[in-house]
């Protein structure tokens, strides 16, 4: 079955630097990729999500990398600050619509002001 | 709108007894998921309905673990004779269920502590 490890297990940025969150995939089959932030004591809200046949995405301070060869994927957040602080989830599936993700262990960014 | 909640948000019980969690999609998704969190992890797949039907139940730890889903919409996780080890998040995420139209919305969760 698909394997998703993530790293850094937690990140601490300054106020408007930049961060970078990366994962790597197992199985070659998967194809959609999304990102969630979670909040302390809520349930993760998508934040941006990419499909296999594309290689970036962007939508204003948040990207997304996809690299179907090396099965890596990274979320890239520009401009941090301080209520970017939560943590983020990287997740895979086969997309066919309906399917189950498998996530990763989840990366604790502190923004600090 | 509403989106997807959860009932309760906390539950606390002893070790042998039975709980049964409660999910409320969005109006209108086909497709519903159980996940598990344990603290410091990220979310486990347990089950997903599409519509009534249980169309992967492959999570379910054991079977101690049942979820139904009779008219489509609310659903419910039931756990027998729960362990210390069930204690985590359970959380619940319904979509549309049609290609292109993936997105998982997640629930706040239910909090299950089992003394």
């Known amino acids: 079955g698909e394997n998703v490890e993530q790293h850094p297990s937690t990140l601490s940025v300054q106020e408007g630097d930049s961060a970078v969150i990366k994962c790597t995939y197992s199985d070659s089959a998967s194809n959609y990729f999304p990102w969630y932030k979670q909040e302390l004591g809520k349930g993760p809200q998508l934040i941006i999500d990419?499909?296999?046949?594309?290689g970036e995405k962007k939508d204003q301070r948040i990207a997304v990398t996809l690299n179907k060869t090396a099965k890596h994927f990274s979320l890239h957040i520009t401009e941090t600050q301080p209520e970017d602080s939560a943590v983020y989830f990287c997740?895979?599936?086969?997309?066919?619509?309906?399917?189950?993700?498998?996530f990763g262990t989840g990366t604790r960014l502190l923004v600090s002001p | 709108g509403a989106g997807v909640s959860q009932t309760p948000s906390n539950k606390v019980t002893e070790k042998g007894k039975y709980v049964e969690l409660r999910c409320d999609p969005i109006?209108?998704?086909?497709?519903l998921y159980w996940y598990r969190q344990s603290l410091g992890q990220g979310p486990e797949f347990l089950i997903y309905f599409q519509g009534t039907g249980a169309a992967d139940d492959s999570g379910l730890p054991n079977d101690r673990f049942f979820a139904v889903r009779p008219e489509g919409s609310v659903s419910t996780l039931k756990i027998q004779r729960t362990e210390r080890g069930d204690s985590a998040v359970y959380l619940c995420?319904?979509?549309?269920?049609?290609?292109?139209?993936?997105?998982?919305?997640f629930g706040p969760g239910t909090r299950l502590l089992v003394l």
């Open positions: 995420a319904s979509s549309l269920g049609r290609l292109g139209q993936e997105t998982q919305y």
């Open positions: 997740a895979a599936s086969m997309n066919t619509g309906f399917q189950k993700l498998v």
């Open positions: 109006s209108g998704h086909t497709a």
């Open positions: 990419i499909r296999s046949n594309v």
